[in-house]
């Protein structure tokens, strides 16, 4: 399960080719062939960043769920080379990672019949699965990271996977210990160095972000204990409590854990609140993932539409 599933090779090519764009962007962006060029070209054989080259992002514009705006990058092609040739060669180390968070429904798959090279629980599925988790609570509490993407900070990519301490103590990019170090490495190069931020829209991101989260969930749950109902989507966190000072422990707590990362909520979209006020109409979200699934193709117009006057 997780990202071990199918072919190193194939596994690789999706990172390559179906990971690069956003997923909102329209089917006419794609990338074809790049895996087979990069094969031909021997560009595999070493890494292809340079330490005094670094890149630049192309930053673009576009709409996100609920028509809001959001600014998205897309690195330069070799950043992809390297790095789907990191995640290839650690995936089965990275794996243990990503898949040790008892509330998270991002945990990134690999399906190589799947439409993106990574693959996570949809809002839909989401939706169903926290209020199922959530049932037995009184109380609620809702807050997400704030700008989550644009705000971590790379150097705490191996402070997830290898704990602050042994990461800080070797930072070489080329530990055989602190192997994260490089990962760290080629996100900044591939933003001109920078250390805040990763690029948005690309499927490496969405293992690396949830490399961050997981360890967030991880430290949480040694202060509060496993029992604590909670369910997490990327940064959209919800955690159940029986008593509204409970609840507000569970926010400091959870709160301490993401300045652990250098990162911090979003006070605007924190709140705490009843669990019977979490029953709205669920018939919006049945419409939303029957629409995303739908195809003009597949829809015929009845012959009476058809003709002409």
Avoid: C
């Avoid at 006419?28 to 054989?45: M, N, P, Q, R, T």
Wanted: net charge neutral; proline share 6%.
């Amino acid at each position: 399960m997780g990202i071990t599933n199918g072919k190193p090779t194939d596994f690789k090519r999706a990172l390559m080719e179906k990971g690069v764009f956003p997923e909102n962007l329209p089917p006419v962006f794609k990338v074809s062939k790049f895996y087979s060029v990069a094969i031909d070209a021997g560009l595999f054989e070493q890494n292809q960043i340079e330490r005094n080259k670094p890149t630049a992002l192309a930053r673009y514009n576009e709409t996100k769920r609920g028509n809001q705006r959001r600014v998205f990058s897309t690195p330069n092609p070799l950043f992809f080379i390297d790095t789907a040739n990191f995640i290839t060669k650690h995936r089965r180390q990275l794996n243990n990672a990503l898949s040790s968070s008892p509330i998270s429904h991002s945990k990134p798959e690999f399906d190589g019949d799947y439409n993106r090279a990574i693959k996570i629980s949809t809002f839909a599925e989401f939706v169903a699965a926290r209020r199922a988790k959530l049932s037995t609570s009184r109380y609620i509490v809702k807050t997400d990271i704030s700008r989550f993407f644009p705000s971590i900070y790379t150097h705490s990519i191996p402070w997830a996977v290898h704990g602050k301490r042994a990461a800080k103590l070797e930072r070489s990019a080329k530990s055989s210990t602190i192997y994260t170090n490089e990962l760290d490495y080629l996100i900044r190069q591939a933003q001109d160095q920078q250390t805040v931020g990763i690029p948005i829209g690309p499927d490496v991101s969405r293992i690396i972000s949830e490399l961050i989260a997981g360890a967030i969930d991880a430290d949480f749950i040694d202060q509060v204990g496993p029992d604590v109902p909670g369910a997490r989507l990327v940064d959209d966190i919800y955690i159940g409590a029986d008593t509204l000072e409970e609840a507000e422990n569970y926010l400091s707590a959870y709160r301490d854990s993401i300045r652990k990362f250098e990162l911090d909520i979003n006070e605007s979209k924190t709140r705490i609140f009843e669990a019977r006020q979490d029953l709205e109409a669920f018939w919006p979200v049945t419409v939303r993932r029957e629409l995303k699934g739908f195809q003009i193709d597949d829809f015929e117009l009845p012959s009476t539409i058809l003709k002409s006057d």
